[in-house]
């Protein structure tokens, strides 16, 4: 079974900081990979996936990940982030062909005015 | 498009007593339903897959007879909590998968549980 890490658990900083969330899966296969935001109250929203193609995906909000394969990560980044952006992220996983998602668990994203 | 429902968005309930919680996909069918567990500040944690028409997969450790699922149509799986006690008082969230494709889960807002 796969399993997914994401290395920080709350993460706290000022608007218009850089942001990115690193996100390491253990799988010897092909996996699809997401990334969803959980607004406070709010169920989850996807924030962008990565199946196959460029290994560098842009999603809503102006949120990219970056899938590097060699190092069976798929961090996430925003440039400038804002007030708006505090929430709950996490990083998914699921092998090709297979419906099973596993999820990271979680990083809590601070973001101060 | 691709929007799931989840009904209630909050419950409480007393020990002992069952509470049903109904998952619809509102403008796609849904061949396949999942159930997630969301403890506070934790993650998802899958605790089972309903398939229209068959009956669900459990994943280890979640009891089949404690929580039983029902997915009687493409757009509709049902939750039910038996006899719940306070330990289950929990996030429950359901997602489905349009059509059969693998690649993404579409989410419900999840029913908020809570066992007195």
């Known amino acids: 079974a796969q399993s997914v890490s994401q290395h920080n658990h709350h993460v706290i900083l000022s608007e218009a900081a850089s942001l990115e969330l690193g996100c390491n899966y253990s799988?010897?296969?092909?996996?699809?990979l997401f990334w969803y935001v959980q607004y406070p109250g709010q169920h989850l929203q996807l924030l962008l996936k990565y199946f196959s193609g460029d290994p560098l995906v842009k999603g809503i909000k102006g949120f990219e990940a970056e899938f590097i394969k060699s190092k069976f990560s798929f961090n996430l980044r925003k440039p400038s982030v804002q007030w708006s952006d505090t929430a709950e992220y996490f990083c998914?996983?699921?092998?090709?062909?297979?419906?099973?998602?596993?999820f990271g668990a979680g990083t809590t994203v601070t973001v101060r005015a | 498009g691709a929007v799931v429902s989840q009904h209630p968005s909050w419950v409480i309930c007393k020990s002992g007593t069952s509470v049903k919680i109904e998952c619809r996909s509102l403008d796609f069918q849904a061949t396949t339903m999942f159930w997630y567990r969301q403890f506070p500040k934790q993650s998802l944690m899958l605790m089972a897959t309903s398939n229209e028409g068959s009956k669900a997969t459990y994943e280890q450790g979640v009891e089949k007879d404690k929580f039983l699922i029902n997915h009687a149509s493409l757009t509709l799986s049902t939750l039910t909590v038996t006899s719940a006690h306070p330990e289950d008082s929990s996030f429950y969230i359901c997602?489905?998968?349009?059509?059969?494709?693998?690649?993404?889960?579409?989410f419900g807002p999840g029913t908020r549980l809570t066992v007195l």
């Open positions: 997602s489905a998968i349009a059509g059969r494709t693998y690649n993404e889960q579409f």
């Open positions: 799988y010897g296969g092909t996996v699809n």
């Open positions: 998914a996983v699921n092998p090709l062909n297979d419906y099973k998602l596993s």
